[in-house]
C-alpha cells in the first residue's frame, strides 16, 4: 500500500515479497574472486547496478547485483529464504560452491557493526535512518547517483531542475 501512492494511471497490482528473501552483501577488493570461487565458475565484470542470476551449488538459484554502498567493490546475493543458509556458507567454505575442498574462498563474515560503520564512512544514506519522504534528494550525499537529468518526465523532476538550474545549490 505504501507504494500504491507513487502510481498515476498505471494498472498494475503491487505485491510486497520481501519476507520471502534473504539478502547478503559480499564486500571488499577481492569479492569478485571470493564470489567466483564459491560458485566455482568464472563471473563477468559488472558495472555497478548491472545483475545476473548465477547457481550456488547444486540448486539455490540467486540474484547477483554489483553494488559499492560501503566505498568497495561488492554483490548483492539475493535468494529464497530457505536456501540463504546454505548459500550464506559457501563463500566462506573450503572449495567455494563445489565442495571440492582444493581452494577456500576467502570471505569472513564482518557482522552489521562493521556494514554500517563503512556505509557512513562511504556516505551511503538509508531510507528511514538518513532520509525519509521529509527531506529533498537533492540534499542527500550522493544524490547526483540516484537522479537522472536525461530521464523523461517523472515526479519531482521539477524541483530538482529547478535547484541545478535556478539556485544553484540547496539550503541543507
Known sequence: KHLDRHLIAEQVE??????????????????????????????PDLAEFQHME????????????????LGVPGYDIICLNARADGV???PVTPGGGRGDGSRASGAKPAGSQANEILRIEAGTPIYGV????????????????AVSYSKGCYLGQEPIVMSRDRAGHVNR
Request: net charge positive; hydrophobic share 40%.
Open 14 to 43: 503491487l505485491t510486497d515479497r520481501t519476507s520471502k528473501f534473504a539478502a547478503m552483501h559480499l564486500a571488499g577488493p577481492q569479492a569478485h574472486g571470493i564470489l567466483e570461487k564459491a560458485l566455482g565458475e568464472a563471473i
Open 54 to 69: 548465477r547457481t550456488f551449488g547444486n540448486n539455490s538459484v540467486c540474484h547477483i547485483r554489483r553494488r559499492d554502498p
Open 88 to 90: 550464506w556458507k559457501l
Open 130 to 145: 538518513d532520509i525519509d519522504e521529509n527531506r529533498f534528494v537533492m540534499e542527500v550525499p550522493r544524490a547526483l547517483r
